[in-house]
């Protein structure tokens, strides 16, 4: 049947070239403020967890100068706070469930060909984490500019397996502060990988600041 508004017929011939059936893009996951765990190496050459804090040294340890700069070069972070344990619940999912389910569309169902859930040292500002992360084994450091940004790298690779060839980038609150961060300055530098990220979700991203939490403060 004639489409009127088509300039032409598609063709019925042509092969297609793109993914037609369970389309989906790969997954970058960002997650919220303190929501990675972050490290640093113990006296005895292991790892010592810094946070979630067990005293107050740990938390010394991550203390930032004047100039926002680690009192500590060799913090850095791995992995996400999937469990946190309160006073009214012994164990309190944070990611654990999300996690699962982004593990199973991986690995079971099959519906993306790959994601990536990725920490981050998030005492420092969205700009300078999008400047910084050296990967070395399973450990990310975001002390230092770096020649080849984490998160930046993360975002090509995930790209290059995508169903679609392309990217949905899931956002949890100050994780959404930096894919828009990440987003600008894909713009201002014309990368072609802005055109390469399908959809921006975002969650509890507080998008004009929190001045309810500052007028409550004050």
């Not at 913090?75 to 199973?104: C, G, Q, R, T, W």
């Not at 987003?183 to 991203?205: C, F, G, R, S, Y």
Request: charged share 20%; glycine share 6%.
């Amino acid at each position: 049947t004639f489409t009127p508004w088509l300039l032409q017929e598609p063709s019925t011939t042509t092969t297609p070239t793109v993914c037609v059936t369970e389309c989906y893009s790969n997954v970058l996951f960002l997650p919220g403020f303190e929501a990675s765990r972050l490290y640093r190496p113990d006296y005895n050459g292991g790892t010592d967890l810094l946070w979630e804090p067990t005293s107050d040294s740990d938390a010394e340890d991550l203390f930032l100068t004047e100039q926002g700069v680690s009192v500590n070069n060799d913090i850095h972070a791995k992995d996400l706070i999937d469990e946190a344990y309160n006073i009214s619940l012994p164990v309190f999912n944070i990611y654990k469930s999300f996690l699962m389910d982004l593990n199973a569309w991986k690995n079971t169902e099959h519906l993306i060909a790959d994601y990536s859930a990725i920490p981050y040292d998030w005492r420092f500002a969205p700009q300078d984490i999008l400047l910084r992360g050296t990967k070395t084994g399973d450990n990310i450091s975001y002390i230092g500019t770096s020649v080849n940004p984490y998160i930046k790298s993360e975002l090509a690779r995930l790209v290059e397996s995508s169903k679609t060839g392309k990217v949905t980038i899931i956002a949890h609150s100050n994780g959404g502060l930096i894919a828009k961060m990440l987003l600008k300055q894909l713009e201002d530098a014309n990368d072609p990988l802005l055109a390469k990220i399908d959809t921006l979700i975002l969650v509890a991203t507080p998008q004009v600041g929190t001045p309810q939490a500052m007028g409550g403060l004050l």
